[in-house]
């Protein structure tokens, strides 16, 4: 019901999202006098953030058009490699390629945790500098079809180590934010069966491997409700209107409003400062705002199994760090990863995944070698800036793409 209920007041505000598109046009035309009063461009400006505020936004691009390699410019091409039913393996071509570079081959596991992968849209135009870039692009859950199965944690790790197997050895991966956990999960079992496809390296961002350790508002919620709670209150179905109909969903909507709500006092005074850009004119900052938050609304919905069994698994049994996290009844045994090099990287300011959650991953992996640890953390950065913006550009993907060549075999 609650997700009908949804659809059904998304579509009685649409009459009011015309009315605001069509006055914010007229009163912003050049050719009207009243776009150049102070009032018509109040009116204005509040009917744009009125229409952004409740538009529906699709999964949006990842656009990156070209990049400089070695002082050249290279043409970027994204394809899609291999076709799950919940997620795509792209690859972003690099066209004509770096002159006498054989560049290792770097698969990106985005989070599945409401946003898409183009979150990662900075991260992937500066790693592509360096490296062959994939990256996992997961579906939107409504759009998949109730006959496709089911889809939890197992399946989660079975999909990274069906994309290693398919990238094939010397595979590098880089995982932000929640991704870590299954990673790690597949790297250990991996490692364990000596796979030849075991990653070369992995380098875990921003990642919830212990949550014990400075626990976040998030983990506090996970922790102080049972998970029957979560069941009762996010968990609804598809309506009949989508291709996933009656599938159960952690609704995008409902993810928006939890993160929203977490820094309501920011969101609203960015609505506040983009109102006034629009009436001094100031189209720089107003596109800035518009740019961010297109991306930012822009929330999938989620398959209950794989939530469910991460608010359980991760944040109230802690049962990788523990020791006793399973995969299809067998034991995720870390202290099996031995050839595998690890990097972890943490922001000071991080308030998803606490100081010191991520780096927890070298207690438990007690016999990779020294020689091939590295821990990382970025002064003033918060969760999002451990993997886009300037910080992440110009200190920290330097770092990473510094240890995944030195772990690269070359032969």
Not at 188 to 208: F, K, Q, R, V, W
Not at 300 to 324: C, N, R, W
Request: hydrophobic share 35%.
């Amino acid at each position: 019901m609650l997700y009908n209920f949804h659809e059904m007041q998304h579509a009685a505000l649409a009459p009011w999202r015309m009315v605001a598109n069509a006055n914010q046009r007229i009163l912003s035309t050049p050719f009207n006098p009243l776009s150049y009063t102070q009032s018509g461009k109040a009116i204005a400006a509040a009917c744009e953030i009125f229409s952004d505020t409740t538009k529906r936004r699709g999964h949006p691009e990842f656009d990156i058009q070209d990049v400089e390699i070695d002082g050249k410019t290279q043409v970027i091409t994204e394809e899609s490699v291999l076709e799950h039913p919940f997620c795509s393996l792209k690859r972003f071509h690099r066209s004509p390629g770096p002159v006498g570079r054989t560049d290792p081959k770097l698969l990106i596991v985005a989070p599945m945790s409401g946003h898409f992968a183009t979150l990662l849209r900075g991260t992937v135009q500066q790693m592509v500098k360096n490296h062959d870039v994939y990256i996992t692009d997961w579906r939107d859950a409504r759009d998949v079809p109730l006959t496709e199965g089911a889809f939890d944690l197992d399946d989660y790790v079975e999909e990274i180590m069906s994309f290693l197997k398919f990238l094939g050895p010397n595979t590098h991966i880089l995982a932000v934010c929640q991704p870590s956990v299954p990673v790690l999960a597949a790297t250990a079992i991996m490692n364990e069966d000596d796979d030849d496809c075991l990653p070369a390296s992995i380098t875990l961002m921003g990642g919830p491997i212990d949550t014990r350790i400075n626990p976040t508002e998030v983990n506090n919620l996970a922790t102080t409700k049972p998970l029957d709670w979560f069941e009762r209150n996010v968990i609804t179905h598809v309506p009949m209107i989508y291709p996933g109909a009656f599938r159960r969903v952690y609704p995008g909507f409902l993810q928006l409003s939890g993160f929203m709500t977490m820094n309501l006092d920011t969101h609203i005074g960015a609505h506040v400062n983009m109102y006034n850009h629009l009436i001094n004119g100031d189209g720089d900052s107003a596109g800035q705002h518009r740019a961010f938050y297109a991306e930012y609304m822009a929330v999938m919905d989620m398959p209950s199994e794989y939530y469910l069994d991460t608010i359980k698994t991760v944040f109230q049994d802690h049962a990788l760090p523990k020791g006793t996290m399973m995969y299809r009844d067998r034991k995720v045994d870390t202290s099996a990863i031995r050839k595998t090099a690890i990097m972890t990287v943490e922001g000071e300011l991080d308030d998803i995944s606490g100081i010191g959650q991520t780096k927890a991953t070298h207690d438990i992996c007690p016999n990779v070698p020294k020689s091939k640890r590295a821990h990382y953390e970025q002064k003033g950065v918060g969760h999002y800036g451990v993997f886009n913006g300037r910080r992440w550009r110009e200190k920290i993907s330097p770092k990473v793409s510094q240890f995944i060549l030195k772990h690269n075999k070359t032969t």
